[in-house]
């Protein structure tokens, strides 16, 4: 049976903040997206921007709940929101970037699994 190429991407910015987001869990991946970008900005939540005017959130629910239904869907999305690079893969994982801050040489956007 041939192997399918593993997905490989990499980031050249410094993480600030990571969550990790379970479907079946007490938050929303909105939730979820919305406390890491308040993490990496060093402020609570409810004093962010809203996120509607920069990200279809509902078509990104949709989209990444959707993917894991087959269980070799990977799917990862990158956005650009002001200063940060956000990533979010179809396994829940959300990792914040400091897009002013580069890395030294390109790294695995993350570090196991779904890079």
């Known amino acids: 049976m041939k192997r399918e190429p593993e997905l490989a ?3 050249s910015c410094s993480v ?3 969550t990790f987001y379970e479907r079946e869990g007490g938050r929303t991946l909105t939730e ?10 060093g402020v609570a939540p409810t004093e962010l921007p809203s996120l509607y005017g920069s990200i279809d959130l509902d ?29 979010v ?11 002013t801050e ?7 956007i993350f570090d196991d699994g779904l890079s």
């Open 9 to 11: 991407l990499y980031r």
């Open 16 to 18: 600030v903040s990571e």
């Open 32 to 41: 979820a997206l919305v406390d890491a970008v308040a993490e990496a900005e």
């Open 59 to 87: 078509a990104l629910t949709t989209l990444l709940t959707n993917s894991g239904e087959a269980a070799d869907d990977e799917l990862l999305l990158g956005l650009r929101m002001d200063r940060w690079n956000v990533f």
């Open 89 to 99: 893969s179809s396994d829940g994982r959300i990792r914040v970037c400091d897009a």
């Open 102 to 108: 580069e890395t030294r040489s390109p790294e695995p």
